[in-house]
């Protein structure tokens, strides 16, 4: 059974930091293109970064230079290191694992951002 489990979402301040943190278990998961996504209230999801299985990462246009995708293979899990972030970065933030088979995409819970003062 594939779990990802997603931590590290918290109330910050404009200009603060987070890392968010997504455990994967019953994958190969060295083997799997991973991923952030977020969902603000009243929008549809949206890719924040992803990161292959070489390392090569993609991020949003809204969050470059701001925010850094990693993984550690050893661990089976991805991070999301948050720098200076906005009141336009609250969403809940959603870990994502696409099969190199079928494309097919695991999801995480989700793990809520807010960002306000």
């Known amino acids: 059974q594939v779990q990802l489990v997603e931590s590290g979402g918290d109330l910050v301040q404009p200009g603060g930091s987070l890392r968010l943190s997504c455990a994967a278990s019953?994958?190969?998961?060295?083997?799997?293109?991973m991923g952030w996504y977020r969902q603000a209230p009243g929008k549809q999801r949206e890719l924040v970064a992803t990161?292959?299985?070489?390392?090569?990462?993609n991020y949003a246009d809204s969050v470059k230079g701001r925010f850094t995708i990693s993984r550690d293979n050893a661990k089976n899990t991805v991070y999301l290191q948050m720098n200076s972030l906005k009141p336009e970065d609250t969403a809940v933030y959603y870990c994502?694992?696409?099969?190199?088979?079928?494309?097919?995409?695991?999801w995480g819970q989700g793990t809520q951002v807010t960002v306000s003062s």
């Open positions: 994502n694992a696409k099969s190199p088979t079928t494309q097919y995409d695991f």
């Open positions: 019953g994958i190969n998961f060295r083997i799997y293109a």
């Open positions: 990161i292959t299985i070489i390392g090569s990462t």
